[in-house]
């Protein structure tokens, strides 16, 4: 019996849909590899230093998770999703830094960078304090007594009474020097989150890639969570809250890295969230009841976060689309 062969098979056509169909898989495979070296790096290290810092700082010279001075020890931990980024992309996949998003583009995005820095964490500070106050779920102190007491317990009576011109000046200090300072130190994070992992994660599909990254990013900071560095009351229940609000929150830097192209914007607005708004929701709240519900992390974020990303929800899905900062 003889057997003919199609000449589709030696067509260039055919050969060229095999190289293609060869090439994909293997970019596809690449690409798995190296999210799975990101998240070894970026959880094995955190945590180890994590632990390591968690373990001097409370045996060694008995700090607090509450303490500001624990926050020291644990720094070198938000590093390493950018160290994992830097590892991932020169050694293991070799892809390089040309996606990575290092250009400002202020001068034409500079709208989303004073969203990011400013109007988001006022927005969401703003709405939690009206609603603890409207639910009676508990009344911010604003002489910053109680806070202090948690904070700084030996020390917390020799500061002077908090004047609405001292907070004025709190507020713009927390905004000159806090938001820029955060924003070098969170660069640590976003530099993997945003910066990698988000727009390798169904990069087709930019609203589950996000609701992916936050739940990972959430369960990141599970060991800081059960230290008691959220100042949760139930660390347990934090542990459910907290992946909630990371979730949002990278819909929302996801939104702005991606319009902006620049991962200089979620840093913004990454370092803001720190230096802005929970600082703030932790003046104000810590030490009262229901810490939980009126952390800047909590339970009543989700109704001023969750209303933006609805918001932000289309703007997302056409943000590759649209030109930048259009």
Same mark, same amino acid.
């Given at each position: 019996?003889?057997?003919?062969?199609? &000449?589709?098979?030696?067509?260039?056509?055919?050969? +060229?849909?095999?190289?293609?169909?060869?090439?994909?898989?293997? +970019?596809?495979?690449?690409?798995? +590899? =190296?999210?799975?070296?990101?998240?070894?790096?970026?959880? !094995?290290?955190?945590?180890?230093?994590?632990? *390591? =810092?968690?373990?001097?700082?409370?045996?060694?010279?008995?700090?607090?998770?509450?303490?500001? $001075?624990?926050?020291?020890?644990?720094?070198?931990?938000?590093?390493?999703?950018?160290?994992?980024?830097?590892?991932?992309?020169?050694?293991?996949?070799?892809? =390089?830094?040309?996606?990575? =998003?290092?250009?400002?583009?202020?001068?034409? #995005?500079?709208?989303?960078?004073?969203?990011?820095?400013?109007?988001?964490?006022?927005?969401?500070?703003?709405?939690?304090?009206?609603?603890?106050?409207?639910?009676?779920?508990?009344? &911010?102190?604003?002489?910053?007594?109680?806070?202090?007491?948690?904070?700084?317990?030996? *020390?917390?009576?020799?500061? &002077?009474?908090?004047?609405?011109s001292l907070w004025?000046? @709190?507020?713009?200090?927390?905004?000159?020097?806090?938001?820029? @300072?955060?924003?070098?130190?969170?660069?640590?994070?976003?530099?993997?989150?945003?910066?990698?992992?988000?727009?390798?994660?169904?990069?087709?599909?930019?609203? $589950? *890639? *996000?609701?992916?990254?936050?739940?990972?990013?959430?369960?990141?900071?599970? &060991? !800081?969570? %059960?230290?008691?560095?959220?100042h949760y009351e139930?660390?347990?229940?934090?542990?459910?809250?907290?992946?909630?609000?990371?979730?949002?929150?990278?819909?929302?830097?996801?939104? %702005?890295? %991606?319009?902006?192209?620049?991962?200089?914007?979620?840093?913004?607005?990454?370092?803001?969230?720190?230096? @802005?708004?929970?600082?703030?929701?932790? @003046?104000?709240?810590?030490?009262?009841?229901?810490?939980?519900?009126?952390?800047?992390?909590?339970?009543?974020?989700?109704?001023?976060?969750?209303?933006?990303?609805?918001?932000?929800?289309?703007k997302l899905v056409?943000?590759? +689309?649209?030109?930048? #900062?259009?």
């Amino acid at each position: 019996m003889e057997i003919t062969v199609s &000449p589709v098979v030696h067509s260039p056509v055919y050969y +060229k849909r095999l190289e293609y169909v060869g090439e994909t898989v293997t +970019k596809e495979s690449m690409k798995s +590899k =190296g999210i799975v070296a990101y998240l070894c790096v970026a959880f !094995l290290g955190a945590w180890s230093l994590w632990l *390591a =810092g968690w373990i001097v700082a409370s045996r060694l010279f008995q700090i607090s998770a509450s303490n500001p $001075l624990f926050q020291v020890m644990v720094l070198p931990g938000a590093f390493m999703p950018a160290i994992a980024a830097v590892v991932t992309r020169r050694w293991v996949t070799r892809e =390089g830094f040309s996606d990575v =998003g290092s250009h400002l583009n202020f001068r034409r #995005c500079w709208r989303y960078y004073l969203f990011g820095g400013y109007v988001l964490p006022i927005i969401v500070v703003g709405v939690i304090v009206a609603l603890a106050i409207l639910l009676g779920i508990s009344q &911010p102190d604003f002489s910053l007594h109680r806070s202090l007491a948690v904070l700084i317990p030996k *020390a917390h009576s020799a500061f &002077p009474r908090i004047t609405p011109s001292l907070w004025a000046i @709190l507020i713009f200090q927390m905004m000159i020097v806090g938001v820029p @300072l955060g924003t070098i130190v969170t660069w640590g994070e976003e530099f993997g989150w945003r910066g990698y992992l988000q727009l390798r994660l169904f990069a087709a599909q930019p609203i $589950l *890639a *996000a609701v992916v990254t936050g739940v990972i990013w959430g369960v990141w900071h599970c &060991p !800081l969570i %059960l230290f008691g560095y959220e100042h949760y009351e139930n660390v347990w229940a934090g542990l459910l809250v907290f992946p909630v609000c990371t979730v949002m929150l990278s819909i929302i830097f996801g939104w %702005l890295r %991606l319009k902006t192209d620049s991962v200089w914007s979620s840093c913004v607005a990454h370092g803001a969230t720190n230096a @802005l708004g929970v600082s703030i929701t932790l @003046l104000l709240f810590l030490g009262g009841p229901h810490f939980l519900y009126v952390s800047y992390l909590g339970i009543l974020s989700w109704v001023p976060l969750g209303a933006i990303c609805v918001w932000i929800r289309p703007k997302l899905v056409n943000a590759r +689309k649209d030109r930048i #900062c259009g």
